[in-house]
């Protein structure tokens, strides 16, 4: 049975700043500092979108000391990953019906 791809999730990522983000937090954890080193963004417009991928639960926060660090939930991004393969596999075999018109 095809299950349902999260849209929520795939609206969080499709924003480039967002999808950079997660590509940074793929490799290691940062703090705010770091990602605005890295992506160039204002501080300000950087938290906004680290909480729309918080809240989507793609990143999680690790407070330390008056930093605030982020890093990657891999479940998030496998359980969409899995979604999406299944959307591909269920379409490889619909090729295979087809409905008659009426």
């Not at 983000?21 to 703090?31: G, P, R, Y």
């Not at 979108?49 to 479940?75: I, M, Q, S």
């Amino acid at each position: 049975m095809l299950t349902s791809v999260d849209a929520d999730l795939i609206r969080a990522l499709a924003d480039p700043l967002r999808l950079r983000i997660v590509t940074l937090l793929a490799k290691e954890t940062l703090c705010t500092t770091h990602l605005v080193e890295e992506t160039g963004a204002k501080q300000t417009n950087l938290s906004n979108h680290l909480k729309v991928l918080r809240e989507a639960g793609v990143v999680e926060t690790e407070p330390c000391g008056r930093f605030t660090y982020y890093r990657l939930r891999p479940d998030a991004i496998a359980r969409l990953a899995g979604q999406l393969a299944e959307l591909a596999d269920s379409a490889r075999s619909a090729a295979d019906r087809k409905r008659t018109c009426p």
